[in-house]
């Protein structure tokens, strides 16, 4: 009958409405609560009851076209089309398992909507969900419109304004269709928030603060500094939650219960996916530290705390440690959830602790502990980003004299010379031959304050000698004390070289054990925490205040912030909380984040660049008739052959990509939003050096490419070089302990001669005790580890994540580049000659192998610090 009545009209007026408005068809992609948020059942039912009273999902879209002549503001905006709804919510069964629901919504199309460039989406029901795409077919002038969300919506009640999600089209801000523009603002100043009141899971706010969540002002022991916001003590900024302060001191912000640490404030579409499980990290951990350990201290007899021998330790990747039945042990299984005791308490019931077996201890049991080992891995382990030419024999101390005194080393000529192969310090230094790992100056003033406590350090210098074969091998390390009537007395200091044989073998073993200790906390809390981890996050927050979802940079960046701000939030909880994980674990103890600040002074963003690090280091030169425009101080240092292989791709995708959007410099200098997003990061996100000289322009085209090339790269390959490899190599303790409880052992002291006794059982007793040692390696366990929903380099999460053809095009060409390099890669690991990329302990160095499969395997490239 209306179709009659229509045509009755068109001939009587003349008019041919059908020509005017047509239907139009759209797919709606989404994920339910109950499917993502532990098979929530009820969610689903009570969105169907919803459903049946007339409160639905409704779709409007927005014209990029004709503009809205109703609107009330003096800015045009695009005209809204009539909502439509989602139909069949009740009738779409939903996956029991986690997948993905697809909806039919069917709009009235009117011509005067033109082509879409957004849409609100208003949820009317009683439960969130995320949306993923919605895509238009035959919109009529245009073909397919395919809008890519990746978002959680939650019910209208907690939104000022509706949902609004743009066209998967790229924009700067100046060339953005002039109806979209007020729609694009709004959406910022939302993700802003208003920096007040406390944040809840449904919002979208990024803001600042400060690290005043890791201390608890109540407990004596847990006092800790405020970290950033002043000189004494500056830091990256972290996201903020806006939890209430302490009652005891108004600066300190109050902390989450152990039931509620879960649910700490992060903007919900940074939150892990469902299949991470490590989401589950910060109250595991917890609760073993609560619970576990006093009740294993109350089963074992007193030498609970020690490892007996290598082989006790050997047992935790053969038999586990068996554990005795009875109540107690069901008290312990009582207590624990689920994921990391399942890690604890395999499921055979055969025993505490049966990992998997460390690769560094997997051909060769002692391996790790030669020379070569010990030397190889500053340029292929876990931390290959310390090791430095040493330019100036001795090394030299820039810590202020008129506080420390004389802290310049004390190794002199004739503690080496023996060791240089027949040549002298003099002909090495000038052949750029001799090496140093050099943590004296970063630890001297911690030494004393830790040494008061169970934790027993030195601050250490080793120098190491290239030989003519490529490797390295150490000649000298220097453990060093403050003096113990003043610190402005300067530094006593020791001198120890290598040796074979008897007591002074097992000397020789403990210095670089105590040097390992060193190497182990300045990784994890330096070249892993601060400089990836802290230092990135900022970056992370001003991105969504300040680009659009629609600017170009902001779609190029996006893949490298997934879930850092949600790992970030766990780690402050639970890993750098006064009292956590790693004040237990690692010998910095209590001081632990104030040593991160010390250090962070001294950050400079573009030494982040991986070629300008090497220089710095001297362990590169500029060189343009070499690869990448350098050559290498050691030609084959594995971290650095593969990671300028990387980088070379990243900078070369990420000028493809930039300098289709930017066709000059003026376009860069007239981009208010990657203006306003350049001088928030330096006054806000790393406020404490924004006064600094060194902070890179945003006026050039090519200030755009070396600024986003570091930032991938930090997200990226810097972060898989100091992540994945931890278990691999720190999975077995005696190669990486974390700690150290006594000094070394002086001659003629009862110490002395326990040593010479039994030497495994002295080192034992001196490196990390048993039961940190089960925690740091359960900890590292997990984070070494990929999981199934992780998204590699040179991958994204959707295909059509821009409608632009070329950056499309540039991006399969990146993605093709590092297979090639993947596979050169594999090569050079077969290639015999070249001795540091396999070793001693035979383990190919794969940590920058662009791919990877899940779970534990010492390789793989992700887009993001996600772990």
Known sequence: MEDLFHKFENLLFGQNHDSEKTTVKG??????????????????????????????????????????????????????????????????????????????????????????GAFLIQNLHHSEFYLMTLTLENVPGHGQV?????????????????????????????????????????ELGILRGNGTGMLEEWDRVYDYALYNDLADPDDEEKVRPIIGGSSEYPYPRRGRTGRPSTESDPNIESRLSLIESKNIYVPRDERFGHLKRSDFLAYELEVVLKFLLPEFKALYDATLDEFDSFEDVTKLYTGGLKLPEGDSLDNILNRIPSQLFKELVRSDGEGL????????????????????????????????????????????????????????????????????NGSNVEEVVKANRLFVLDYHDSLMPYVKRINVTSSKTYATRTLLLLQEDG????????LSLPHPNDDKLGAISKVYTPAKLGVEAEIWKLAKTYVAVNDSGIHQLISHWLNTHAVIEPFVIATNRQLSVLHPIYKLLHPHFRDTMNINASARNILISSGGVLERTFFTGRYSIELCSKIYKNWVFPNQALPRDLILRGMA?????????????????????????????????????????YKNDGMV???????????????????????????????????????????????SALHAAVNFGQYPYAGYPPNRPTLSRRLMPEPNTPEYDELKENPDKFFLKTVSPQIKSLLSISLIEILSRHTSDEIYLGQRECPEWTMDAEPLKAFEKFGNKLKEIEERMVKMNKDERLKNRYGPVKVPYTLLYPSSKEGLTGRGIPNSVSI
């Open 27 to 116: 797919k709606v992609v989404l994920m339910k609560k109950n499917v993502l948020d532990f098979n929530d059942l009820g969610a689903s039912v009570i969105d169907g009851a919803y459903e049946l009273f007339g409160q639905h999902i409704a779709i409007q879209f927005i014209s990029a076209t004709h503009a809205d002549p109703g609107s009330s503001e003096n800015r045009l905006r695009g005209k809204l089309g009539k909502p439509a709804i989602l139909e069949d919510w009740i009738s779409t069964i939903t996956p029991l398992a986690a997948g993905e629901s697809a909806y039919e919504v069917t709009f009235d199309w009117d011509e005067e909507i033109g082509l879409p």
């Open 669 to 715: 200098q007239n981009d208010t939003e990657l203006q306003s997003w350049w001088k928030e990061l330096q006054e806000e996100g790393h406020g404490d050096l924004k006064h600094e000289p060194w902070w890179p322009k945003m006026t050039s085209v090519q200030d755009v490419i070396d600024n986003c090339t570091i930032i991938i790269w930090i997200s």
């Open 353 to 420: 602790s049966k990992y998997s077996t460390p690769h560094v201890i997997q051909d060769n049991p002692s391996a790790w502990s030669t020379d070569s080992e010990f030397a190889r891995e500053m340029l292929a382990g876990v931390n290959p980003v310390s090791i430095q030419l040493l330019k100036e024999f001795p090394p030299t101390s820039k810590l202020d004299p008129l506080v420390y005194g004389n802290q310049h080393s004390s190794i002199r000529s004739h503690h080496i010379e023996e060791h240089l």
């Open 621 to 661: 030169v500029e060189d343009a008739n070499s690869p990448h425009g350098l050559r290498l101080t050691i030609e084959d240092y594995p971290y650095a052959v593969d990671g300028l292989e990387i980088w070379s791709a990243i900078k070369t995708w990420v000028q493809d990509y930039c300098m289709f959007y």
């Open 146 to 186: 395919h809008f890519v969300c990746n978002s959680w919506v939650y019910p209208s009640k907690h939104y000022t304004k509706d949902r609004i999600f743009f066209a998967n089209t790229a924009y700067l801000p100046g060339e953005t269709p002039v109806l979209l523009r007020p729609y694009r603002e709004d």
């Open 471 to 478: 490797t390295l091998k150490p000649i000298a390390i220097e």
